[in-house]
């Protein structure tokens, strides 16, 4: 079988809506996403997460790993740190436990990383604020059962892994009068070398023997309008994306959201497996697909 694409870039967001990381080899897998994704936020003193969406600045907030974080088996030690310019964060769990927190529509208690992150996020923010962490031994969050029962993710908004394609970026990009970047759409997985738009039709597909469902096409927030270099809005993508990509034009008999859509929800299907990793050049190949857009689950 020929692959349909490859691997271009993989994209790790270790705090849910600040900057993310391009890693450099691999990142390894786990059935809530690659490791280390979304395991923070920031939330504010009734417990509720911060997102880009209200609170923008949060794009400008550069997180950095240990080059070692995304070896296969690494275990964090006691002077392993994720740093935000002046903060640093062990890797290991904290102790302390903050009750009531939420983002979207769960609810629960997560790792509290203590004062030191409080003040710098509530001071860079202006507002109060504290950093907690996912507590994966006391809490479960479900996948929306109607797309993918039994998954489970952490601080992502909705599934474990979302995939785009160059193809995709670059067609937007020849509509706009200014192109942007990738980091725009937040992807995990960035893939080259297919068709622009291939994505909404994949359902299955194996990468490095690692099966992905594509469970749902992704649509997209306010967040994409968001200057990842300066965290000020604007309104493309979205207008363009609204001509092109809305729900309208893609599932025209189908019950019309308003949604526009761009790139593919993934979850990992064959994650009873230890030890899998994604590495860049990894060729991808289409198992399974629907014939359009208007067929896919979105």
Known sequence: MEAAAKVK????????????ISVSQQAPLTPTGFRWDRQWMVINNNGRAYTQRNEPKLALVETELPNEAFLEGWEPTGRSFMGMQVLKISLSKPRDIADG???WEWCGSA???GAEASNWFTNYLGKPSRLVRYNAESETRPVDPKYAAGEKIMFSDCYPFMLLSQG???ALNKLLKEPIPINRFRPNILVDGCEP?????WTDIRINNCTFQGVKLCDRCKVPTINQ?????GPEPSETLRQIRSDKVLRPNQKQQGKIYFGQNLVWKDNLSNGKVLKLGDPVFVMRKVNSAAEAAA
Not at 9 to 20: A, D, L, N
Not at 229 to 233: F, M, N, Q, S, W
């Open 9 to 20: 870039s993989i994209f790790v967001y270790p705090i849910k809506s600040c900057r993310g």
């Open 101 to 103: 927190v939420s983002v």
């Open 111 to 113: 790792l509290d990383e």
């Open 168 to 170: 995709s970026l670059d």
């Open 197 to 201: 738009f291939s994505e909404d039709l």
């Open 229 to 233: 270099d300066t965290g000020v809005a």
